[in-house]
């Protein structure tokens, strides 16, 4: 298994993952964050935890929306969060279950 | 660059010339011992196939004009040469007849000639018009034959001018009323009104009010009594005149009919073939003043009602990549949809036009039934169109090859008889030379350009500063002129940067411009300073034939020590914005114009200080002077428009700087124009300027710094990280798309606080096609991200790359 990125903290839950990305995610990290996201989501329920999420952009979103035919996966955003802004923007949350805390 | 050959010519002039399809000769004078010009020898010439007599370039060059066209020695056109030597003043000769016995054989055609000296001796550049030329004269012919025709059918056209009140006649229509001839053919309404056989008044009254109120045609046979008392039967034919919507006059033909009603069919075709001569007549003479494209559909639109009254007319042009046709539509448009599928309709796709210039025949399509027989895929966009009967006709240039079509539609089912094709073949044939001529215009203008890009092209990979330039010709068209700019980054990172302007226009203006400024370019590195570098300049200038008082502003930008210094020889001063928005000229170190000898030496460069964020404008005398005003005024007017825009992302700023500078002070701008705006990078309270390699790694870095300079600002957590993932999506399309993650290539990013709104622009040096299937369906969710998060996105092209600017309106800047 890859090194975790350190964006990426991660508590195993049965067969539910549950992976927190903490900082900013762009397309200078979308790619190791997919190939550690994938493997550990391999045959499990994958939550992707945006709460702490500071900034998500477009690579970010192609990155999630690779990672839903992988994996059996569920988002958490925070409500007025700019990933959860982003996600209803294109969409996404519309065809990837997502949970929003309120705040 | 600027390297000197014997033909005078710039290599990448000689390389740019070689793709004009006229014929360019570069010909030196050949003094007899006297000193007295008596010759012109070829030194070179473009690989334009005009030769009258079809000989090669190699079988010309280095011969003697003299010897190459025998009929010339001795002539009117060396002599006209002469006097461009001479004189300076060019030489225009619109038609040049010339037939002569050329190796045996007889060559003639018409030529259009222009000579500009050149060197010791001329530049000339000549077309060949004789197709033109030729029908022109079979026109003015045919005219001449249309009056010996009506005189022997006894047929007669008028004109009313309803406004006037008056009625032009024709010679023949004069003596068929039997007037005494007039010189001028004009009679008062009433007079003539008289002579119309009193039973016959009410029904000429009511046809002309048809005429008026239909817009139609309208033809009555009545009787005329001639002034010796005779009655005439006549067939009178009424054309109402159109202008602007309204009927202002009627025009048509009168004939005697007396002894000629049995040939009553014979007549209607023979009068319908006058009108639509006449017809042509006038729509080849305003062809010939079109300036546009759609100025020629225009007037084709509006010859129809004596041209074939066809309802739609569609001119289709190759673009230059002759893959696609250019549509240009007369008279009612298609909707929005189809025209949007039609408007550049690809070759390879089975459509009539694309028969049509494929094939080179025209195409006639009856009715809607043999439109979507011949074509069923498109039934559909047929049947949305409501065209019924389709003529598509090719449009060849002078030398045979195709170039588009002209289609003619109408809105009801006709019969394209052989007189209409005949009509319809005419129209095209007057046409095609128009389209072609303005084919030529665009061409010289976009190989003008072509060289002024390829000499004015800035390649900076500095991170210390942004820099932007634009040159724009002056209006009077083709003529590239001796305005220039130039940016080089030094070996220890400073910037030097320059505007410069030579006197005169044309080729050999920027044959010296471009060695002026390859000379200020390596001068530059190794100079300790600007005044240096503009003393090694002048030595050289003073041995540049043409560079006598050219202008120059030069400075050099050091980013590390925050300084700037510049000095000007015979140029107008730069101007400085500095982060506070403070703008003041730079005023020191100002000198007379290079290579003119002066008894002095020029002052040491001044010096101004550069805090990061500062903006240098250099220009030429074409921005700020206006002619009936004094110059202050133009300095008085840049400064306050930087004044007001200074922290603009420098686009903005160029843009705002030409429309209040140029487009609202003059309608026609006389002189060129070179603009170069450098802005160092650096952050302010008002302004953020970064430059980052096209490296995904810089994009984080670079957001962090903003986004602290953006929590200074008045906007909500929500609003500062939407506008940073807006910003930071134009970043990653430029690092992927415009720079192809070259790491060599850089990236700007310039964001604006001002009064009421933030304006950020991210630009690159990516070079791609604007348009539908352009730069971002790549990345579709990256650009609906910038449209969702900020107040007004704008993604434009030019050939210094990909400009997106963004703008955060309701900001409130806090002073």
């Known amino acids: 298994m890859n090194d975790v990125p350190d964006e990426i903290t991660v508590q195993h839950d049965g067969s539910t993952v549950l992976a927190c990305l903490t900082g900013e995610i762009d397309h200078s990290n979308t790619p190791a964050i997919l190939e550690y996201l994938r493997e550990i989501g391999q045959n499990r329920t994958l939550i992707v935890d945006l709460t702490q999420t500071k900034y998500l952009d477009s690579a970010g979103l192609a990155m999630l929306a690779h990672l839903r035919h992988a994996t059996d996966l569920r988002l958490r955003v925070a409500q007025d969060s700019i990933a959860g802004r982003v996600l209803s923007i294109s969409g996404l949350d519309q065809i990837i279950p997502t949970d929003t805390d309120r705040a | 660059m600027g390297v000197r050959m014997d033909d005078g010519l710039d290599d990448r002039f000689r390389l740019a010339l070689d793709s004009i399809l006229d014929l360019v000769v570069v010909e030196r004078a050949v003094r007899d011992p006297s000193g007295r010009i008596v010759d012109f020898e070829i030194v070179w010439m473009n690989n334009a196939p005009v030769d009258v007599a079809g000989r090669s370039r190699e079988a010309m060059i280095g011969r003697r004009i003299s010897e190459l066209y025998p009929v010339l020695a001795g002539g009117e056109l060396i002599a006209g040469y002469r006097d461009v030597v001479e004189s300076g003043e060019p030489l225009v000769v619109p038609v040049m007849p010339y037939s002569d016995v050329i190796d045996g054989r007889e060559v003639s055609g018409f030529y259009a000639v222009q000579a500009t000296r050149f060197e010791d001796g001329v530049l000339v550049a000549s077309r060949d018009i004789t197709a033109w030329e030729t029908s022109r004269i079979d026109l003015e012919v045919a005219l001449r034959e249309l009056e010996a025709a009506q005189r ?77 008392g005779e009655v005439v039967d006549v067939r009178t034919y009424t054309e109402p005149v159109v202008s602007e919507g309204n009927v202002v006059g009627l025009w048509g033909t009168m004939q005697d009919i007396s002894e000629a009603i049995a040939s009553r069919d014979a007549l209607d075709i023979e009068h319908l073939r006058r009108l639509a001569a006449e017809a042509l007549a006038g729509l080849a003479s305003s062809l010939s003043s079109a300036t546009s494209r759609q100025d020629i559909v225009d007037a084709v639109f509006a010859s129809a009602p004596h041209l074939g009254n066809y309802d739609r007319v569609v001119l289709a042009l190759f673009e230059s990549d002759r893959q696609t046709l250019l549509q240009f539509y007369g008279g009612a448009r298609p909707s929005g949809e189809i025209a949007a599928r039609h408007l550049v309709s690809p070759l390879d796709a089975d459509t009539p036009l694309a028969r049509v210039v494929q094939d080179e025949v025209p195409l006639f399509l009856a009715d809607r039934d043999a439109q979507t027989a011949s074509f069923p895929s498109l039934r559909a966009d047929m049947n949305a169109a409501g065209m019924e009967s389709v003529a598509i006709l090719p449009l060849h240039r002078a030398a045979r090859t195709i170039f588009g079509a002209l289609t003619l539609a109408w809105e009801t089912p006709r019969d394209v008889d052989p007189m ?59 003529e590239i002129g001796g305005d220039w700019y130039d940016a080089v980054e030094l070996s220890d990172g400073r910037l030097a940067v320059a505007v410069g302007d ?108 550069l805090p990061p964020g500062s903006l240098v404008l250099l220009y030429t005398d074409g921005l700020i002077e206006r002619r009936a005003e004094p110059i202050d005024n133009g300095f008085a007017r840049l400064k306050r428009v930087v004044g007001e825009h200074w922290n603009m992302p420098l686009r903005r700023l160029k843009q705002a700087i030409f429309a209040e500078l140029v487009d609202a002070t003059t309608s026609l701008a006389t002189d060129d124009i070179a603009l170069l705006a450098v802005r160092t990078a650096g952050i302010s309270p008002f302004l953020f300027v970064e430059i980052l ?39 990653a399309n430029a690092i992927d798309h415009g720079s192809k993650r070259d790491r060599s290539q850089i990236i700007k990013v310039e964001v604006a606080a001002r009064r009421d709104d933030l304006v950020a622009s991210v630009s690159d040096s990516g070079r791609w096609q604007p348009g539908i299937d352009g730069y971002f369906t790549g990345r579709g969710r990256g650009h609906l991200l910038m449209q969702a998060l900020t107040d007004d996105v704008e993604i434009d092209t030019d050939h210094q790359g990909t400009i997106v600017t963004l703008r955060h309106a309701n900001h409130k800047r806090s002073v």
């Open chain 2, 502 to 609: 030579v006197v005169g226009s044309g080729l050999p203006a920027a044959t010296t411009m471009g060695q002026l400024r390859a000379a200020l370019g390596i001068t530059a590195m190794q100079s300790k300073d600007a005044a240096e570098a503009i003393n090694i300049l002048n030595d050289y200038a003073s041995r540049v034939p043409g560079a006598q008082c050219a202008t120059v502003s030069f400075a050099i930008v050091d980013t590390e020590h925050r300084a700037i210094s510049y000095a000007s020889a015979g140029h107008p001063p730069p101007l400085l914005a500095t982060p506070d928005g403070t703008v003041t000229y730079l005023e020191g170190a100002r000198s007379w114009p290079l290579a003119i000898d002066v008894p002095r030496d020029r002052p040491a460069a001044a010096n101004a200080e």
């Open chain 2, 693 to 731: 390699h096209a490296d995904p790694a810089e994009a984080a870095p670079c957001r962090h710094r903003l986004r602290s300079w953006l929590e200074n600002m008045d906007m909500s957590d929500e609003q500062r990280d939407g506008f940073l993932v807006a910003i930071g999506e134009a970043v």
């Open chain 2, 152 to 228: 022997l059918a006894r047929l007669g056209t008028w004109r009313v001018d309803l406004t006037a009140g008056k009625v032009e006649l024709s010679a023949e229509l004069q003596r068929m009323f039997g007037l005494p001839a007039l010189a001028s053919g004009v009679v008062e309404t009433t007079a003539l009104g008289a002579m119309i056989h009193a039973e016959d008044r009410a029904a000429v009254g009511r046809a002309n009010g048809r005429a008026i109120n239909t817009r139609r045609s309208v033809v009555l046979d009545h009787r005329i009594v001639r002034g010796d």
């Open chain 2, 420 to 478: 209409t094709r005949a009509t319809l073949h005419d129209i095209a044939a007057v046409v095609a030379p128009a389209a072609e001529r303005l084919e030529l215009r665009d061409l010289e203008r976009s190989v003008a350009q072509a060289l002024q890009m390829g000499l004015l092209a800035l390649d900076l990979r500095s991170t210390s500063a942004v820099v932007r330039a634009r040159y724009r010709p002056s209006d009077s068209g083709l």
